[in-house]
């Protein structure tokens, strides 16, 4: 690993300028009116993955096109897939920005620029490392496929057709996506534990306009009314989600995991403080960190209905909607909650209003195993470039393709992540430390080897 650690080393600047281009391309892929910047980041990437020595091509989609590169020269070797994605979210609102989102800007040792972190930065990390192995020894002791996508930003609609379509190309021995975060400053992690989630949309229907509340109102039912009534009705006392049977899968933590979540320094105190709330509040009998991990939830995103402008207008109104999300745990099954949740809500309507139920995405919780070789080759491959072990975390939030990468290729996925929770990732002055750019493209480097052992 020497002289590929001291070609890193020599090019610290390079990889920086490197990624500054690739920031500078505004591959936002919700707004149609930047696709062709989507089309200048597919084309960047291969451009850059070719002339590392990897084959390379843009696989056109039904939207974005995806990114496919392929070094598989060693033979007997593991093969790993990387995958992450170029599509960024949108830069609004663009006062908020301290310097302008795609131009790319260097203080305070971090890269400041929309996607630096999510994920422009972190797979870069990966595509440097590949290059320098090819670079300095001309092989890479295992084979790489690198799956580098432009709508992770808006649901990945056709991802998993790609993976289907190319199964046989795709085989591989595991996953690996950075695209989470280390616990803290200084502290590494590898996330093992992610969340998946049902989402849908909840629409009550009264009468076929909006009434005058003095004329109407207390003889017809007010949508906004019953809305609340049924939204009060998704949580016991408790705050346990109420829908029946919500919990039969759910898998327990164990004292193990438990244990492990309490030893990890956090200060419960400063992060309400700097949410700017004064307590804590979710299921009973588990902490934060439980509760955030590793405990599903139910969650109105948001609610609307009736007159919202200034200044009063009496009405009843025809009709309100509210927005629901679902966080998940293994092992529960989003599909069937979804359905277990339409059938508790309309099982709960009121006689007067009619409810239009639709469902937005979903996506499966997943759960690595702490065991795997593969996770042993992770944890020393971060402890020689972070100089610290990792610690294992899990994550609240959702990474719907490691649920199809397991469902469609039957593989476990590496979650390490490089960036900060705190990197405002989808926010104004998105940012990422350089020094944990160049530890992260280190640690990738290193997996590579050890992944070989």
């Known amino acids: 690993m020497q002289n590929v650690t001291d070609f890193l080393n020599a090019n610290r600047d390079a990889a920086v300028a490197e990624l500054q281009e690739l920031l500078r391309i505004p591959s936002v892929s919700a707004d149609s009116a930047f696709k062709p910047h989507m089309a200048a980041a597919a084309e960047f990437i291969v451009n850059r993955l070719t002339s590392a020595g990897l084959t390379a091509e843009i696989v056109p989609t039904a939207g974005h096109p995806i990114v496919y590169g392929e070094w598989t020269q060693a033979a007997g070797a593991p093969t790993v897939l990387i995958y992450g994605h170029y599509d960024v979210q949108p830069p609004d609102p663009i006062e908020k920005w301290t310097t302008p989102p795609f131009e790319p800007a260097i203080r305070d040792g971090r890269i400041w620029a929309r996607g630096a ?10 595509v440097l490392s590949v290059a320098a192995w090819l670079q300095v020894r001309g092989s890479l002791p295992v084979n790489v496929k690198f799956v580098i996508e432009g709508e992770e930003e808006v649901g990945s609609n056709n991802l998993e057709t790609f993976l289907r379509d190319n199964r046989e190309k795709l085989a591989c021995d595991v996953a690996v996506i950075s695209d989470t975060a280390q616990y803290g400053p200084g502290i590494p992690a590898i996330t093992y534990g992610l969340r998946g989630i049902l989402a849908c949309e909840v629409t009550l229907t009264g009468p076929n306009r909006d009434l005058h509340s003095g004329v ?14 049924l939204i009060s009705l998704l949580h016991d006392d408790q705050r346990r989600v109420a829908v029946p049977g919500f919990y039969d899968d759910v898998k327990p933590l164990t004292d193990e995991e438990r244990a492990q979540f309490a030893a990890l320094p956090f200060n419960e105190a400063a992060w309400l403080a700097d949410l700017g709330v004064n307590a804590s509040v979710g299921e009973t009998g588990y902490t934060a960190t439980e509760r955030r991990w590793a405990r599903p939830t139910c969650d109105v995103n948001g609610i609307f209905g009736g007159y919202t402008g200034e ?15 679902c966080r998940l745990v293994p092992d529960q099954d989003p599909h069937q909650l979804t359905e277990a949740l339409r059938q508790f809500l309309e099982s709960n309507l009121s006689p007067g209003v009619k409810m239009e139920f639709s469902t937005a995405h979903g996506g499966s919780p997943s759960m690595a195993d702490l065991g795997s070789p593969y996770m042993a080759a992770a944890k020393a491959a971060i402890e020689q470039a972070f100089g610290n072990a990792p610690v294992l975390i899990r994550e609240g939030g ?17 979650l390490l992540g490089w960036g900060q929770n705190s990197d405002n990732l989808h926010s104004p002055d998105e940012h990422f430390s350089i020094e944990d750019f160049h530890r992260g493209t280190l640690a990738s480097a290193c997996l590579w080897q050890e992944l070989a052992s």
């Open 398 to 414: 959702s990474i719907p393709v490691v649920a199809s990468l397991a469902e469609i290729l039957g593989v476990e996925t590496l």
């Open 216 to 229: 109407f109102g207390g003889a017809v039912a007010n949508p906004v009314n019953e809305l609340c009534r």
């Open 117 to 126: 972190t999510d994920d422009k930065g972190q797979v870069w990390t990966h």
């Open 311 to 325: 200044g009063p207008k009496t009405i009843v109104p025809s009709t309100a909607t509210a927005k629901i999300t």
